[in-house]
């Protein structure tokens, strides 16, 4: 499986273009401008430049932003984010639904129980609200 986070690496293509510098990290990024060149990511790294812990599956040598490990702790707190808004919006949608179902059952003076479309709105509600709350719980254990 190709994993997605993973940045390019820069190495230089002939004698002419810069040598890797090590005090800079070591992802590959396009050069501004109408060329479709690369060079080398002007940030510092993040960690030094040994290959040994390479190969052991850890990336080395590379800045923040270029880091797999961190674009996947941003990414899942991007999605935790973006689920908690989701439950949220669920909750408005089903709130103003229920609002209008109650004010249509009553204008014709009723007291009866609410009728099953209304009690299942109802249901939804309470269910949104939970789920609301998990989420709103696991965002805010995430890591900043």
Known sequence: MKDDHFPFIY???SRYEA???????RASVPVSGR????????RKPAGSHDRTKEREGEMIG?????DPATKRRKDAKRKARWDLESAQRDITNTRGFIGQAV?????????EPLPPPIQEA???????K???????????????
């Open 103 to 111: 004010t249509d059952y009553t204008a014709g003076g009723d007291a």
């Open 19 to 25: 040598s890797v510098d090590k005090t800079r990290c």
């Open 130 to 144: 939970a789920r609301a709350e998990v989420l709103r719980k696991k965002y805010e254990a995430l890591p900043k």
């Open 35 to 42: 060329s479709v060149s690369t060079c080398q990511c002007l």
């Open 11 to 13: 190495k230089p293509h």
């Open 62 to 66: 590379l800045c923040k932003q270029h």
């Open 122 to 128: 109802v249901d939804k509600y309470e269910k949104a």
